[in-house]
C-alpha cells in the first residue's frame, strides 16, 4: 500500500481525480488530492499566485512521504516540493507533464517544442495575469477521448490558470536529484506533443518511463487504466 498526492495541472483542480481516486483506493492505497491556490475551492487571488506559493501548498498537505503525482504544469511545483523536502517525497511521477529542466521557467520549456498545439487554444485576460482554455476548442484540445459527461463537468469547472507561476524560472539542485522519478507519457495527447513528452521521459531511468494511449486528460479518459499504471509504479522492485 502506498500513499499518493495527486496534484492537478493547469485551470483544474482536485475535482479532476474523482475517478482515479476511488480506482487507487480499490488497489490498497490511501490516495488524496488538493487544490493548488486560485484553483478549484481556493480563493487566492490570482495576482498573489506564485510558485513558490504552490510548492508550500503541497508540502503542507504532506505529514508522511508519498508519491507526488503531477499533472500537466504540477510538473513545475512537484519537483519544487522535492528540491526544497526531499525527505517528504518517496517518489515523483510527472503524468504528461512538463519535468522540469533547472534554470528554466515551464514556459522555456513549451517554447522548446517543435510543435505549439496550445496557443491557438488559449484566452488571455485583459491583465495578462492569467489565462483560460477557449470552451469551443477544450475538448479537442485536452478531452477528445473523453465521455461527454466528463467534457461538461470539466467545463463547468475550469478556473483562469495564473501566468507567473509558469513564467518563473526553477533552480534544482541534489535534493531534487535524489529523490526517484517516474514519467508517464500520454501517446494520443493534443497539448504537450507527445514526441517532447518523449524527450522529458528521457531524463528518467527507461525502466521508469511508461504510456497510457490516451488525451492530455487520462484521468477521465482512462482512470482505471492509470490507477493500475500508478499501481505498478508504487510497486517495489
Excluded at 45 to 67: K, Q
Excluded at 74 to 91: D, H, L, N, T, V
Excluded at 163 to 183: C, F, H, I, M
Aim: aromatic share 8%.
Amino acid at each position: 500500500m502506498a500513499e499518493f498526492l495527486l496534484i492537478h495541472g493547469s485551470c483544474h483542480g482536485a475535482w479532476c481525480w474523482r475517478d482515479v481516486i476511488p480506482a487507487l483506493e480499490g488497489l490498497g492505497h490511501r490516495v488524496r488530492a488538493i487544490d493548488l491556490p486560485s484553483h478549484g475551492r481556493d480563493k487566492t487571488p490570482i495576482a498573489d499566485v506564485t510558485l513558490d506559493l504552490y510548492r508550500d501548498a503541497i508540502l503542507a498537505a504532506i505529514e508522511e512521504p508519498v508519491i507526488l503525482v503531477g499533472h500537466s504544469m504540477a510538473g513545475f511545483p512537484i519537483a519544487a516540493a522535492a528540491e526544497a523536502s526531499p525527505q517528504k517525497i518517496s517518489r515523483l511521477v510527472y503524468l504528461c507533464a512538463y519535468a522540469p529542466i533547472s534554470g528554466m521557467s515551464l514556459v522555456d520549456m513549451r517554447k522548446m517544442q517543435a510543435r505549439q498545439p496550445l496557443l491557438d487554444a488559449i484566452e488571455m485576460s485583459a491583465d495578462r495575469l492569467s489565462w483560460l482554455p477557449a470552451l469551443s476548442k477544450a475538448r479537442e484540445t485536452f478531452y477528445h477521448d473523453c465521455p461527454d459527461e466528463a467534457v461538461a463537468y470539466a467545463n463547468a469547472r475550469i478556473t483562469a490558470q495564473a501566468n507567473l507561476p509558469q513564467v518563473t524560472r526553477l533552480a534544482l539542485g541534489a535534493a531534487y536529484e535524489s529523490v526517484a522519478k517516474s514519467y508517464i507519457r500520454c501517446s494520443e495527447d493534443r497539448t504537450i506533443p507527445p514526441e517532447f513528452q518523449s524527450e522529458m521521459a528521457a531524463r528518467t531511468a527507461p525502466l521508469d518511463s511508461y504510456d497510457i494511449a490516451t488525451s492530455h486528460s487520462p484521468f477521465f479518459a482512462d482512470a482505471a487504466g492509470l490507477a493500475h499504471l500508478l499501481d505498478k509504479i508504487a510497486a517495489p522492485s
